[in-house]
């Protein structure tokens, strides 16, 4: 890998992370489960009538979303860091926040992907039309990216601390607030009809290329401090 | 004379200490000047709401205080990573709490006068909701600096949560603001300060000088405990407290 260059090491990442990923199935589909079944507790509790599942949905899948990919962030660094080839990536001459962008992406693609593919299956158990499933799954394929690039600084400044896994929800959650806005926002737009939903999938675009540059900076500036 | 020489924490500490009865003194004066001027000698003028407005006197000035004070908690952090200073970690360390308090006050006293002037406790007004999350953040630097059981590691990872925190504020001040981006500009016209009366405005300045006098007062006397917790093994330390080793 020394004598690679960055985007070969990036891929050489994704693959291992990828096949990894595929050789422990059940860990992939715990937070997809988590997602289903959180957003199908909520017909149960409140009742399933049509219209107001039709306005809470959109917020509902959101906060679901966010609380899956928040589960999920657990799996981005620890097995890496207890069996040590997190230190080997440390010294390794390509940049460290270019590895964490490879690592984040092969996150995303086991977790984030497979949950937006999964999203309509779950807007129908809210009544919600065609058109707003579209929206939805752009929304949260612009938005979920962000989710795992943000939470992965959280995870980097938790590593190997004692009860990581609710300090990192409280450090994260509030910081996912703008996507979960205007994520919902863009949803509950196209359900109600009474606005575009273009202004709020820019808005999520605009956030997903913001932390697509300085969140990998972070959470390598973040990786160096807890490995010492 | 030589600033620098203060960023010891050997040479600050004495110095902290003789300057906190000033702070001290100085935040009662002007607190109960603050709050005699904006209780009994200002008019009564939103007369729908009574009486019940004064407590802006407290809750603007807690609620200006909990966000200059995340701003200085960054600053001190980030000098901390810059300088690699270890009496910068510690005042960021030290102004945590104090925040946080000034957020709690900002929000205990927005809740009574939602009570009073909307007739609900709890409204989710866009600017008492960026004051819960802001509180939120402050109470994640402090779980996050106490998790961590190495001080080494722990400033630096609480100092780089709270950077990442300030490049997020905005976005979520202006995510709750304006949850539908195509028509925020008009709610910002409504709070001017120019619409506030001369005598108001006065009284409100010198509560926010005694709360800033107060932040200063507290926030020392917690820097010199962190100092004596942190440098306990020192020379110094054992000297000032009289025992083992000199």
Known sequence: ?228 | MNWFRYASPVEFYPLAGRMVPWFAVAAALSTVVGLYWGFFQTPDILSQQKEYYRIIFVHVPAAWMSMWLYLVLVGWAVLGLIYNTRLSFMMAAAVAPTGALFTGIALLTGVLWGKTSWGTWWDWDPRLTSELILFFIYAGYMALQSAIEDSYRADRASALLAIVGLFCIPLIYWSINCPDPTQCAALHARSSMSAIETNILAAMWTMVFAFWMYSFAVIFVRVRNIILERERNSTWVSRLIGGGPS
């Open chain 1, 1 to 228: 890998m020394s004598t690679s260059s960055s985007p070969q090491a990036i891929l050489v990442l994704l693959r291992r992370d990828l096949t990894l990923a595929f050789r422990h199935r059940s860990e992939m589909f715990t937070p997809l489960f988590f997602f289903i079944l959180v957003t199908a507790l909520f017909p149960m509790s409140i009742g399933a009538e049509q219209s107001l599942l039709q306005s809470i949905g959109p917020g509902v899948i959101w906060v679901a979303a966010l609380l899956a990919a928040l589960l999920s962030l657990e799996s981005l660094l620890r097995s890496d860091y207890e069996d040590g080839s997190l230190e080997q990536m440390l010294l390794t001459p390509q940049p460290l926040s270019l590895l964490v962008l490879g690592k984040v992406l092969a996150h995303w693609l086991r977790t984030g992907l497979p949950l937006v593919l999964l999203a309509p299956l779950v807007g129908f158990q809210y009544y919600l039309a065609g058109d707003t499933l579209v929206t939805m799954m752009l929304a949260l394929l612009l938005g979920t990216p962000v989710l795992s690039l943000l939470g992965a600084i959280g995870a980097a400044l938790t590593l190997g601390v004692r009860g990581g896994g609710m300090l990192l929800s409280l450090l994260i959650l509030p910081l996912y607030i703008p996507i979960l806005v205007y994520g919902a926002g863009a949803v509950a737009a196209s359900a109600t009809q009474t606005l575009p939903a273009q202004p709020f999938l820019l808005l999520l675009g605009a956030f997903l290329i913001l932390a697509m540059v300085l969140t990998p900076v972070a959470t390598a500036a973040a990786l160096r401090i807890s490995l010492g």
